[in-house]
């Protein structure tokens, strides 16, 4: 019977390290990531940012033109697709590198724009209905405005949305199995309750006496 206490402190000591070390494997790379893009973000006024803008003109196929003058009409109704046509969106692929698959469009009778969002920079696409002319702007920001909008989830799209939260997942079993482990060798470690302490503390200080 004396060995019941610890066999179960045993059984349990495995299974926190095995969840803590795989856990941590899992969202080290993310972590250092999202560490490094904090540090970045809170200094994003210090950081310059050299951005590069690079545009594009053409001309729209009259025939696809057409078939989006007859769906301005069609456009008008809420259950409408803001979408482009499929042979518009092929056609911008291929010809101009441009993708729009899955972007709402803003439809007039003058014109067709379509706002191009993206990590670490901006894009727009106009087309003219009245003589079919194209213009695309795509504006990047750099490196680290692209790592900052990673961190934010900034026009990123669901799969990223999706690994955002599996890595937080990731992260809260790592701290939990962390702090069971601390509890389980707190005995052996005196400095373990006080720093643990002074981590809580710490920021909740800084939060009521200098952020008002």
């Known amino acids: 019977m004396s060995h019941h206490p610890q066999q179960r402190r045993a059984f349990w000591l495995r299974h926190l390290h095995n969840w803590h070390w795989i856990s941590s494997a899992i969202c080290l790379i993310a972590m250092i990531l999202f560490a490094l893009t904090g540090f970045t973000l809170n200094h994003a006024g210090d950081i310059e940012a050299h951005p590069v803008t690079h545009k594009k003109t053409g001309q ?35 010809n101009h590198k441009i993708d729009v698959q899955g972007k709402p ?5 003058e014109e067709i724009y379509v706002a191009l969002p993206r990590p670490g920079g901006d894009a727009w696409l106009r087309i ?3 003589d ?20 934010k989830g900034r026009n990123t799209g669901k799969a990223w949305s999706w690994f955002i939260d599996l890595f937080a997942l990731a992260c809260l ?27 809580t503390l710490a920021p909740l200080l800084l939060a009521v006496l200098f952020i008002h």
């Open 105 to 109: 469009a803003e439809w007039s009778p």
């Open 173 to 199: 079993i790592f701290c939990v199995t962390g702090l069971f482990l601390l509890k389980m060798h707190a005995n052996n470690r005196v400095l373990t309750w006080p720093l643990v302490v002074l981590g």
């Open 60 to 94: 729209v196929p009259s025939n696809l033109r057409e078939q989006m003058l007859q769906l301005v009409q069609k456009k008008s109704a809420k259950t409408a697709d803001p979408t482009l046509p499929l042979e518009v969106q092929t056609w911008l692929e291929q």
């Open 132 to 151: 079919g002319t194209l213009e695309y702007e795509l504006t990047q920001r750099g490196l680290i405005a692209y790592l900052n909008d990673l961190h």
């Open 128 to 130: 003219a209905l009245e």
